[in-house]
């Protein structure tokens, strides 16, 4: 084998140049949301918005004044 045959294959099998990480398989991938993924954060979304008037609803009626409602009176013109 000739000695220029030797550094091609050489170059070749080189490791390609690192930016300073060791493992590139470690790293975070982006985040990937399909269809059925934006329909259930929709459907989570509009779940706990309907909870959460709910909730204020029954606090404000809670902490609301109470009312007496007074049967009406019969009234006698004489």
Excluded: N
């Excluded at 060791?22 to 990937?32: E, G, N, S």
């Excluded at 934006?38 to 989570?44: H, I, L, Q, R, T």
């Excluded at 979304?45 to 009626?61: K, N, R, S, Y």
């Amino acid at each position: 084998m000739s000695e220029q045959s030797y550094d091609e294959v050489q170059d070749a099998l080189a490791s390609p140049d690192t930016d300073g990480e060791l493992v590139h398989w470690m790293a975070p991938k982006p985040l990937r949301i399909g269809p059925a993924g934006v329909s259930a954060a929709a459907g989570v979304a509009f779940t706990l918005g309907v909870v959460a008037t709910v909730a204020a609803l029954a606090i404000a009626h809670w902490l609301g004044p109470e009312r007496v409602i007074e049967p009406p009176r019969r009234r006698f013109w004489r």
